[in-house]
């Protein structure tokens, strides 16, 4: 898992600027943008992200986390348990579950050393309301890269939301389904909401700044 988190600072590298507005109806923009906009911000503000982490904390929730649909990741992971749990059960899943990937997340950008990101060739059809934008980290250690894809859809707003990350082959939505289905086996969808709880809470309290 630390793996996949830490790799996911490919969605995190050119400043957004004027293309922002642009990029909301080009998925493959939108990834490149969002990535190279956040890795420039920590390389800028290293030292400063350091000594407080609440900058880091800042910098994910307003520039990554409104390209995710956290909801529809978690309704995924839980699978057919889904259905069982009552409509405040699925908020509290899902908030639960939004922040142990925003402070991973964060957590694990701190540790970005230039990784190179290549961005592949994207291919979609007009009209297509789902597509994969496919990317490669390249590591410090000359290790072959590793092949990272962005599955987005578009919503009814007309914008594209990231629902799944596939790393090496490895879906981070389908790296948590087994160990979810565990938890809801020993406890419910309240053990699963309280084991998620307890994981946030310890994830905070090692929170420095």
């Given amino acids: 898992m630390t793996r996949i988190l830490m790799l996911l600072l490919a969605f995190t590298a ?8 642009d990029a909301t109806d080009d998925p493959a923009r939108l990834v490149r943008n969002t990535a190279e906009y956040v890795l420039g911000q920590v390389r800028a503000r290293k030292a400063e992200l ?8 800042e910098l994910v929730e307003k520039e990554v ?13 839980v699978g057919r348990y889904w259905r069982r749990a009552s409509e405040a059960q699925k908020q509290r899943l899902a908030d639960e579950f939004r922040e142990l990937l925003v402070r991973s997340y964060a957590t694990m950008l701190l540790g970005y050393s230039d ?36 599955r987005l859809y578009r919503n009814r707003n007309g914008e594209w939301k990231v629902y799944d990350v596939v790393v ?33 809470r310890k994830l905070r309290s090692g929170r420095r700044g």
Wanted: glycine residues 8%; without cysteine.
């Fill in 115 to 150: 990784e190179q990101i290549e961005y592949l060739p994207f291919h979609a059809r007009p009209g297509d309301r789902r597509v994969v934008v496919r990317t490669r980290v390249r590591t410090r250690d000359g290790a072959p890269p590793v092949p990272i894809d962005y």
């Fill in 65 to 77: 986390v409104p390209h995710f649909d956290f909801r529809r990741m978690v309704r995924s992971a």
């Fill in 50 to 57: 350091e000594r407080n982490t609440a900058g880091i904390y």
């Fill in 14 to 21: 050119l400043p957004l600027g004027a293309s922002a507005a």
């Fill in 168 to 200: 090496d082959g490895v879906s981070l939505v389908a790296n948590y389904r087994a160990s979810f289905a565990n938890e809801i086996r020993k406890g419910g969808i309240e053990g699963l909401i309280r084991s998620l709880a307890e994981h946030n």
